[in-house]
């Protein structure tokens, strides 16, 4: 059964699609068969990785996208699937393992025109979708908005863990709190809806602090953010050995110049002093592996 992994903060603007593209990426280097599901209608994971010119007709189709999933006889999670998505010039395969659920800009009328024929939440029809192709994969990574709205749902619901990115600041602690608010919420409204053989409720595993502008000063921030950590801890509100990860990805031009070449970081050509933030996702990817994880 593959790790199922939700990255999320009710703060927008932490960094989280860099963080999600960059790890998914350096998962499926190290062999791993990687999903990435896009769940934000911002759709810039899909944008960055399929890049304009594959998703722009994507954007005005009725087929091949995550909304499209949930008008019965339209479209499965399987039919969305975009294999090997990231591609050279000449279309050639640049990183094989590492697959991509693409969105567009019509998952926000997931929010507010979504009705199933059944009554069924969205999650659930999605979880069920999910379990179809699912044991393809090592890892699925899901991109989510900062919200648990119907589309975060779906990834929160199947996921086995949850981290949160986060920048060194007030807002992102502030973002954190409310997230584990609005999650105990839904684990309260979704509990009727899981089914046999998935895994247990996912819970907060971690903090990753991501795109750290050089000079700042993060041992204060830091150490607010474990003791809000360690609240929730005694609360039973996250995992017992929920953490601060080691590892703290840096600013770097260099991941607006992959976003526009719609590359991965470590695929980027070299750029002086650049190389420590290819390492940083690298050595995240690392930790983010050495999790340990109780399979039902």
């Given at each position: 059964?593959?790790?199922?992994?939700?990255?999320?903060?009710?703060?927008?603007?932490?960094?989280?699609?860099s963080?999600?593209?960059?790890?998914?990426?350096?998962?499926?280097?190290?062999?791993k068969?990687?999903?990435l599901?896009?769940?934000?209608?911002?759709?810039?994971?899909?944008?960055?990785?399929?890049?304009?010119?594959?998703?722009?007709?994507?954007?005005?189709?009725?087929t091949?996208?995550?909304?499209?999933?949930?008008?019965?006889?339209?479209?499965?999670?399987?039919?969305?699937?975009?294999k090997?998505?990231?591609?050279?010039?000449?279309?050639?395969?640049?990183?094989?393992?590492?697959?991509?659920?693409?969105?567009?800009?019509?998952?926000?009328?997931?929010?507010?025109?979504?009705?199933?024929?059944?009554?069924?939440?969205?999650?659930?029809?999605f979880?069920?979708?999910?379990?179809?192709?699912?044991?393809?994969?090592?890892?699925?990574?899901?991109?989510?908005?900062?919200?648990?709205?119907?589309?975060?749902?779906?990834?929160?619901?199947?996921?086995?863990?949850?981290?949160?990115?986060?920048?060194?600041?007030?807002?992102?602690?502030?973002?954190?709190?409310?997230?584990?608010?609005?999650?105990?919420?839904?684990?309260?409204?979704?509990?009727?809806?899981?089914?046999?053989?998935?895994?247990?409720?996912?819970?907060?595993?971690?903090?990753?602090?991501?795109?750290?502008?050089?000079?700042?000063?993060?041992?204060?921030?830091?150490?607010?953010?474990?003791?809000?950590?360690?609240?929730f801890?005694?609360?039973g509100?996250?995992?017992?050995?929920?953490?601060?990860?080691?590892?703290?990805?840096?600013?770097?031009?260099?991941?607006?110049?992959?976003?526009?070449?719609?590359?991965?970081?470590?695929?980027?050509?070299?750029?002086?002093?650049?190389?420590?933030?290819?390492?940083?996702?690298?050595?995240?990817?690392?930790?983010?592996?050495?999790?340990?994880?109780?399979?039902?």
């Amino acid at each position: 059964m593959p790790r199922k992994i939700s990255f999320i903060n009710y703060k927008g603007g932490v960094g989280k699609t860099s963080l999600v593209v960059n790890l998914a990426a350096q998962l499926a280097q190290q062999g791993k068969r990687v999903l990435l599901v896009d769940l934000d209608a911002q759709s810039n994971s899909s944008i960055w990785l399929m890049r304009l010119d594959r998703w722009n007709p994507l954007n005005t189709a009725e087929t091949g996208h995550l909304f499209s999933v949930f008008d019965p006889g339209i479209s499965t999670l399987k039919d969305c699937v975009v294999k090997d998505v990231v591609r050279g010039k000449e279309g050639e395969a640049l990183l094989p393992g590492l697959d991509l659920i693409p969105t567009t800009f019509t998952l926000v009328d997931l929010e507010h025109d979504f009705e199933a024929p059944d009554g069924r939440p969205a999650f659930a029809i999605f979880q069920e979708q999910l379990a179809e192709i699912e044991n393809d994969y090592d890892f699925i990574l899901f991109d989510c908005p900062p919200n648990v709205l119907y589309a975060a749902q779906c990834g929160i619901f199947c996921s086995s863990e949850i981290y949160v990115p986060a920048n060194p600041d007030a807002l992102s602690l502030i973002g954190f709190t409310l997230l584990i608010g609005k999650l105990q919420q839904f684990n309260h409204i979704c509990a009727s809806f899981r089914v046999a053989g998935m895994q247990p409720t996912a819970e907060v595993k971690g903090v990753i602090f991501n795109a750290i502008k050089s000079n700042v000063d993060i041992d204060v921030p830091k150490m607010r953010m474990q003791f809000r950590i360690n609240q929730f801890k005694n609360q039973g509100r996250v995992a017992k050995d929920a953490r601060i990860f080691d590892t703290h990805i840096r600013d770097a031009i260099i991941v607006r110049r992959a976003v526009t070449l719609g590359l991965p970081v470590h695929l980027v050509g070299k750029l002086k002093g650049e190389e420590s933030v290819k390492d940083d996702y690298a050595m995240v990817a690392q930790e983010l592996s050495g999790e340990t994880q109780e399979q039902s």
